[in-house]
């Protein structure tokens, strides 16, 4: 059972994120999806195939940290797996957000099979919780998209078990993934990717 309550107060984050980034261009119609943490079995999450910019409170759903539907008929993302297993690897998680931005696509489609986007010299990577130079290097996995989620799901698993530190993560031609301790981090960790895939792509475009 959960407290509905935390219940009421998570679905409003999500409804007021989806307003936020499908004005952002980030969440176009359908695309997308968002959760945030109820408590420690169970999680609140975008029903499958809504409108993210029109959210309203019967466009969330609980699951429990399975992908399990708790106490509703309704079905949840595809995706639901990869939100569950980041709030299983990391306890203090609040809050997972998938986009699917032009930019995001676009460079995530560029960066060779096998290897990863490389993000370093950049002021912005302090936007990242724990990160407090711009001397680092940010690493983001780009992960091969498929329909098997199960097995993407444990691919993320492996990768976040071993580098504990990423704040994300590409799928190619399909979007990113990123979470935060509270929806106001994950927001923010979006605008930085953003804004570094932006860079990186104008970068990528001079050297030409």
Known sequence: MFDVTR???AAQSIVEAGRFLYD???SPATSSNYSARIDGDHVAITVS??????????????VDLHGQAVQSDCRSSAETLLHTVIYQLYSEVGAVLHTHSVKATVLS????????????GYELQKAFNGVQTHEGKL?????????DIPALAEETRDWF???????????????LYTWGRTMADCLRHIEAFEFLFECELETMRVRR
């Open 49 to 62: 195939g809504r409108h993210k910019g029109q959210l309203g409170a019967g466009d969330v759903m609980v």
């Open 139 to 147: 690493i983001v996995p780009v992960f091969d998209n498929t329909q």
């Open 109 to 120: 489609r560029l960066i060779p099979a096998g290897q990863a986007l490389e993000l370093e």
């Open 161 to 175: 078990a071993r580098h504990p530190e990423q704040p994300g993560y590409l799928i190619r031609g399909h979007g």
């Open 7 to 9: 219940y009421a107060t």
């Open 24 to 26: 952002r261009g980030w």
